[in-house]
């Protein structure tokens, strides 16, 4: 059981959770599509750090089995396999963007506003340790939807993807104490395989189009 | 009696993982025919006991009480004849050389997956497994939506998977905003996700955490069920989806996920009353009854075509949900004849694209002398869509249109105005195809092995539309009379 007094606890789940909002807002604001991959791996960590303190402090164990899996699949395994697509496909190593990085860092402060405000009526129900963990998650999530509707390319729509995963995951570790073990299982293995696939389509779209810029994909339409 | 429901669930994944040992396409196709047979069969025997004995469950994983039943009727009968359908669309595919061994044998690995996971999202007892089995059906669907590979069906792919993952990440929000409200009447534990220990506790939820749940939920799963304006992933996948799985992502997945929407609602409405629910519920229908209405007209493609009338015939049902009392019968009556007459009208549409090896409407005539089966899957199918009678969708329709004139009248104007549109501009499409005289011959003709299944598979939709329109079996009068208290819903139904 914990040896910190609560509220420090407190505070430093609230550390953690906001290292993780900072860096989605250094995702928004980079160029270079290898390093927006490590930052995501970056993320990852943070959120690993996260849940072994709420797994610490509450004394629920199978928080630390998922904080181990998200270290092994989000901050190891999948940065590995975008590395890796980024490579081979040779795609220009510049994200390219329907807006341009200001305007993109004050939406993102406008997504942060709009948790706080959706979430305010029902932090009070959550567990004194995370209250404010819930708006954050939200915000990420937010974000992570930002990221992926204002880039053009696939990759950097597949980390805004990671980054929306990574948001769900916060709120569950935080808001909630975690999903029961055989859905946090089960949502490990859905997010591996959704990496596995994108990754497959990335390759097919490259060697159909000659480029994974998905604004060149607009034949379907009305 | 356990079997049933165990058999449906459990024969597709033993027979898609069987594909990993069975080498040749004579065995794949005994088995998967052994699967159609199976899945029908058990479905309608699982609808026989729920409905003479109440819920059956298995262990704390399964739990079929009279929703799940009706969904695993609808989704079982269907997957049993797109089964036998794909037996023979990628068989065609196959004899033709369009697809390697390999890849028919991986096509035929992930239907089965697709089938299986579907139907287990539909029995499982828990919220988040069942988002685990939905995200599964999301995953497996964009590799087969994307299995041609030519450009068109990897745009449409690709569409796919980030709009549902999107979608489906929403609905997992939702999901922990759920267990979020529920562990702190339940405790820390798996049970506070069991839809029976939910609805135990429902009115004790906090309703504003269920209020913004159930939105992220619609959101989320409404972006699988194709509500406008999440809806546009849904025309580029039926239309460049090989047609066995158009018609599966129409019949089915549309029908799983207004399922895992109707469960949400059940469970928010005993916190938040059924008010806000129900305006949701009808605010998205009627938006994607609008502008199908007006989609269908100006479409040129038929498999689009279908696709938009899918998006109409959702937006019908959710009206119907939204509207409660025997709209939720005309609902649920709505989804089972809807998922029956759309895969028929697109394995009619598939031997035509398979013969014409094009989807333009306009150099489609006269079909019904061109083509027997064919002609006759989209002209019957066409019929019932518009909701002619005697067939099940003009018995719903008009069911929802009666309560929507005595509960809300304003709405109902607007209801019959759309409606209107939309079936007339479907039943000109269709009619436009089917009638006349050939004006352009097939570039080809279907082998005898393909046109033996997909015979098979439209006589036995377009026999179970017919027979559901003149008779109702007495199994599903009481199973229907078993889902209305769930929804609070009263009334004399047939």
């Given at each position: 059981m914990p040896t910190l007094p609560i509220n420090i606890g407190s505070y430093l789940v609230n550390l953690c959770s906001a290292l993780l909002l900072l860096t989605c807002f250094a995702i928004v604001a980079q160029r270079r599509l290898m390093a927006c991959v490590d930052l995501f791996a970056l993320q990852s960590v943070f959120l690993a750090v996260t849940a072994t303190l709420v797994a610490y402090l509450t004394g629920i164990h199978?928080?630390?089995?998922?904080?181990?899996?998200t270290i092994a699949i989000k901050a190891i395994i999948l940065p590995r396999i975008l590395k890796k697509i980024v490579r081979q496909l040779n795609v220009q190593r510049e994200v390219s963007m329907y807006v341009n990085i200001p305007t993109g860092l004050l939406t993102c402060g406008g997504l942060v506003i709009l948790a706080f405000f959706i979430t305010q009526p029902i932090v009070h129900l959550g567990f004194l340790l995370t209250q404010d963990s819930l708006a954050i998650a939200l915000a990420i999530v937010l974000i992570g939807f930002f990221i992926m509707v204002s880039r053009l390319k696939a990759v950097t729509q597949v980390i805004g993807f990671l980054v929306i995963e990574n948001g769900l995951f916060l709120a569950a570790t935080a808001a909630a104490y975690g999903m029961p073990l055989i859905v946090e299982l089960g949502i490990f293995f859905d997010v591996l395989v959704a990496g596995l696939i994108v990754g497959i389509y990335t390759h097919q779209i490259q060697e159909a189009f000659g480029s994974v810029d998905t604004s060149r994909m607009k034949a379907l339409k009305e | 009696m356990i079997w049933p429901i165990i058999l449906l669930i459990a024969t597709p994944f033993l027979i898609g993982v069987s594909g990993l040992v069975v080498r040749d396409r004579q065995t794949l196709d005994v088995l998967h025919c052994v699967q159609a047979g199976i899945m029908m069969v058990s479905s309608m025997l699982l609808v026989d006991e729920v409905s003479m004995s109440g819920p059956v469950s298995f262990f704390y994983f399964l739990h079929a009480d009279a929703m799940s039943a009706w969904f695993d009727l609808v989704i079982g009968i269907v997957a049993g004849t797109g089964t036998l359908y794909a037996v023979g669309y990628v068989g065609e595919q196959y004899d033709r050389g369009h697809v390697s061994i390999k890849r028919f044998r991986q096509f035929f690995m992930l239907f089965d997956l697709y089938l299986g996971v579907m139907l287990l999202a539909v029995n499982v007892e828990n919220l988040g497994i069942m988002w685990i089995a939905i995200e599964g059906a999301t995953l497996s669907a964009a590799l087969l939506?994307?299995?041609?590979?030519?450009?068109?069906?990897?745009?449409?792919?690709?569409k796919f998977v980030i709009l549902s993952s999107v979608g489906i990440a929403l609905a997992l929000f939702g999901t922990i905003l759920v267990y979020y409200s529920s562990e702190q009447l339940l405790g820390i534990t798996e049970e506070a996700l069991h839809w029976s220990k939910l609805y135990e506790v429902g009115d004790q939820l906090d309703s504003s955490v269920m209020k913004i749940a159930f939105i992220f939920i619609l959101v989320g799963y409404g972006t699988k069920a194709g509500l406008?304006?999440?809806?546009?992933?849904?025309?580029?996948?039926?239309?460049e989806a090989p047609t066995p799985v158009s018609a599966m992502l129409s019949a089915n997945m549309l029908t799983m996920a207004v399922y895992a929407i109707l469960r949400l609602k059940i469970l928010t409405d005993q916190s938040v009353g059924t008010e806000f629910t129900g305006t949701l519920l009808m605010g998205f229908g009627f938006f994607s009854v609008a502008l199908s209405s007006i989609v269908l007209l100006l479409q040129e493609d038929f498999k689009r075509l279908l696709a938009f009338s899918s998006i109409e015939h959702i937006g019908i049902a959710l009206i119907g949900f939204g509207l409660g009392g025997l709209g939720v019968f005309?609902?649920?009556?709505?989804?089972?004849?809807?998922?029956l007459a759309k895969s028929a009208a697109f394995y009619g549409a598939g031997l035509v694209l398979i013969t014409h090896e094009h989807k333009f409407i306009a150099r489609v005539t006269g079909l019904l002398r061109e083509h027997p089966a064919g002609g006759v899957a989209l002209f019957v199918a066409g019929l019932v869509l518009a909701g002619m009678p005697p067939f099940g969708l003009f018995v719903s329709e008009i069911t929802i249109a009666a309560n929507a004139m005595a509960t809300a009248p304003t709405i109902a104007y607007g209801f019959f105005g759309v409606l209107t549109v939309a079936f007339a501009t479907l039943l000109f499409q269709i009619l436009r195809m089917v009638l006349g005289m050939p004006m352009e011959t097939p570039s080809s003709t279907v082998g005898p092995r393909c046109r033996a299944f997909s015979t098979a598979a439209i006589a036995v939709n377009l026999g179970a539309l017919i027979f559901l329109g003149l008779h109702v079996p007495d199994g599903l009068h009481n199973l229907i009379g078993a889902i209305l208290p769930f929804f609070h819903a009263e009334g004399e139904y047939f």
């Open positions: 199978h928080i630390y089995l998922a904080a181990v899996l | 939506i994307g299995f041609e590979r030519s450009k068109g069906a990897l745009e449409a792919g690709w406008v304006p999440m809806h546009t992933w849904l025309p580029d996948a039926h239309g005309g609902g649920i009556w709505h989804l089972l004849n809807h998922a």
